[in-house]
């Protein structure tokens, strides 16, 4: 059965930290795009980072720049994506997904917040509060 877990959620204080990590089984990621979304209560889905499969490049929406990280170890078949200085907006359910790209869209080069998705996980929740 192929499947993205998320793990790693937890309730944290404003200015902390907190790793998550988004393991796949029953396929290897390491052909694969991975974006990290997330989606706060009564809110749409937001795009939060993305790394393209060889982990050259990645992209960040605005609102995280400068404190999220995302990685990623081919090796362990797990993406992780590393939230610092987190603020009560960071409250969500976050979800990856995994993109196989396409015969014009070559993921080892790119990756892309707007595109859809092949495979998601199930979420795990991030709570910011004092």
């Known amino acids: 059965q192929l499947q993205l877990v998320e793990s790693g959620g937890g309730l944290v204080q404003p200015g902390g930290s907190l790793t998550l990590s988004c393991a796949a089984s029953?396929?290897?990621?390491?052909?694969?795009?991975i974006s990290w979304f997330r989606q706060a209560p009564g809110k749409e889905r937001e795009g939060v980072s993305c790394i393209t499969s060889s982990g050259g490049s990645t992209n960040y929406a605005d609102s995280v720049k400068g404190r999220f990280t995302i990685s990623r170890d081919n090796a362990k078949n797990t993406v992780y994506l590393q939230m610092n200085s987190l603020k009560p907006e960071d409250t969500a359910v976050y979800y990856c997904?995994?993109?196989?790209?396409?015969?014009?869209?070559?993921?080892?080069?790119?990756?892309?917040?707007?595109?859809?998705?092949?495979?998601w996980g199930k979420g795990t929740l991030v709570t910011v509060s004092s």
């Open positions: 029953g396929f290897t990621l390491d052909n694969y795009a």
């Open positions: 997904a995994a993109d196989r790209g396409s015969f014009v869209y070559n993921v080892k080069e790119y990756c892309s917040l707007r595109r859809g998705m092949d495979y």
